[in-house]
């Protein structure tokens, strides 16, 4: 019910923008820039959306933020079932239309869209989270090293499972979401060569709910832990609310994603189950590229997060992890390994 509400308020929203862009007569070529105040942050999120406790509320964060320190007016639209590249392209020209600026595709979906209305718009600074492959001149096409992250993620259940067998969850089988698999399973391997890693992808394509699916996320972390996993990963978006309850009825160790996931209110009921989460700061990508743009230098070309520059990292939420002397010695280790050099994450398991 709640997903259905969400999907709703995000038609609205579309089509009330769309009839103030008609209104206001813009042509495609217009830009914010001609004369218009900048509205501020617009965010237009892919499946899941925002309430997902993750990838998105990051994403959430960093536009709140930018609009309380710089009194922005900001707006964030959802996304509506079985959309296409036709339909992001309306969205992130309307809010281009409407003043915002910069207008962030929170999602690797949203790449071609954004290759499209960036070059509609050179005035306006776009942002594409999770690809890297845009590369215009106006576009900062946000990405992390998500597999360094899953690597600690690894060790830390490779260390915290008293069966020798933990389970990895991806929302949807992809480049992307291979990347958290492999560092997780090296980083598993790593510590125990030996280690029995159960792995399930919920879909093949994102539209068919992988990243906004909690039921198909619980069914197949209560697969794995019937298989014997005591320990399970899972890199799945709003997805991830199902595999953390499954872990927390059978009283194991969940390990989250993106956001810091004990810290998410709308997951408070298990919090004493999720061991840690493996981050990347979505949330200070949003909020820099708003900055650069509202001090006139605005960030472009791709950006990337990882372990040496903080903007990928393990959480230390839960007191059971951060004040386990084992667990950390094995996680600052290979967190070291990899600033140094002398660990190579894999972003694939070949």
Known sequence: ?????????????????????????????????????NMGVALAYDVGGKGDQSFNDAATAGMEKAAKEFGYKTTAVEPQDGESDADKVQRLETLAKQGYNPVIGVGYAYAPA???????????????????????????DLVFHEE????????????????NHIGFVGGVDNPLIHKFEAGYVQGARSVNPKIKIESQYLTETAQEGGFASPDKGESAAQGQIDAGADVVYAAAGLSNQGVIKACAAR???????????????????????????????????????????????????????????????????????ADNADLQAAVKKAEEGIKNGSIKVKTTLS
Not at 16 to 25: E, P, R, W
Not at 27 to 37: I, L, Q, R, T
Request: glycine share 8%; with cysteine; net charge positive.
């Open 148 to 163: 360094e992250a899953s690597y600690l993620a690894g060790v830390a259940a490779a260390k915290a499972t008293r069966k």
């Open 1 to 37: 019910m709640r997903r259905v509400s969400r999907i709703a308020v995000a038609g609205a929203a579309t089509a009330v923008l769309a009839v103030t862009a008609s209104a206001c007569g813009s042509s495609s070529s217009e830009s914010a820039g001609s004369g218009n105040k």
């Open 114 to 140: 954004v290759k499209e209305v960036s070059a509609k718009f050179p005035k306006v600074t776009f942002g594409i989270v999770d690809d890297d492959k845009v590369q215009a001149k106006n576009v900062a």
């Open 251 to 321: 009283k194991i160790w969940a390990i989250g994603v993106d956001s810091d996931q004990y810290k998410q209110a709308a997951l408070k009921a298990y919090k004493d189950f999720i061991l840690t989460s493996a981050m990347k700061n979505v949330e200070g990508a949003v909020y820099d590229l708003a900055k650069s743009v509202k001090d006139g230098k605005p960030i472009t070309g791709v950006v990337r997060g990882s372990l040496s520059n903080g903007d990928v990292s393990l959480s230390n939420s839960n007191p059971k992890f």
